[in-house]
């Protein structure tokens, strides 16, 4: 079964950069874009940017361009999102989502979400 | 880039009542190539990441109960649940995957009354 699993709870200060893994299975993970969006507390969904896996390109939301890198290691079924330059309002949830393969950009599937908490 | 909204913010519906939510776009999502709706619907549930019901604003997505029915074209979206649930106390997102950001609108959220 498809299954994306991202990495733990991170606690950051501001200034500093985060990396948050998705190692995806249960598919083939070249096939498929990774997306990433964000949620702060009580807040609604933000969509940050996605990877081919395949051709390592990527697109990233006019907000986030200079400060958010998706990579991928095609090896390990693994994408990654970091995010430079923390601050306060980048405290959320992260998700990564894997785009249908049939339907373009439609998220079927979510990965459990990564709390990144950015506090001195 | 594309503006989401909903309405609603929130409602309460009784249990096996109707329940209806209205999503909007700032432009038409319709692609007029293969006259398609580019707009989901999604399910939150607290301390869980969102869940994908309905696609191609009226398609279930596979093993959604059918009491959850998706309409609109072009601008103008409804996600209606024909008979309320206590498992469908949630926050409902509507999102446009017509254009990247792919913006979600802010959610509406549905309680018991």
């Known amino acids: 079964q498809v299954q994306l699993v991202q990495s733990g709870a991170e606690v950051k200060k501001p200034g500093a950069s985060v990396k948050v893994s998705c190692k995806a299975s249960?598919?083939?993970?070249?096939?498929?874009?990774i997306h990433w969006v964000r949620q702060a507390p009580g807040q609604g969904l933000e969509w940050m940017g996605r990877?081919?896996?395949?051709?390592?390109?990527?697109n990233y939301a006019q907000k986030f361009q200079d400060r958010v890198t998706m990579t991928r290691d095609t090896s390990i079924s693994t994408g990654y999102m970091e995010l430079i330059r923390l601050t306060s309002d980048d405290t959320a949830v992260y998700y990564c989502?894997?785009?249908?393969?049939?339907?373009?950009?439609?998220?079927?599937?979510w990965g459990q979400g990564t709390l990144v908490t950015v506090s001195s | 880039d594309i503006v989401m909204t909903q309405s609603p913010d929130s409602l309460a519906v009784s249990l096996g009542e109707r329940a209806t939510i209205n999503c909007k776009s700032s432009q038409s999502v319709l692609y007029s190539s293969n006259n398609k709706n580019y707009l989901a619907w999604y399910q939150q549930k607290p301390g869980q990441p969102p869940k994908l019901l309905i696609y191609?604003?009226?398609t279930r997505e596979s093993g959604v109960p059918d009491r959850f029915s998706g309409s609109g074209s072009g601008t103008d979206f409804t996600l209606t649940i024909s008979s309320l649930q206590a498992e469908d106390v949630a926050v409902y997102y509507c999102?446009?995957?017509?254009?990247?950001?792919?913006?979600f609108g802010p959610g509406t959220k549905v309680d018991i009354k």
């Open positions: 191609w604003a009226s």
């Open positions: 999102q446009e995957y017509y254009n990247a950001p792919f913006t």
């Open positions: 990877i081919n896996p395949n051709s390592d390109g990527t």
């Open positions: 249960g598919y083939t993970f070249t096939g498929y874009f």
């Open positions: 989502a894997r785009a249908s393969a049939v339907v373009p950009n439609l998220l079927d599937y």
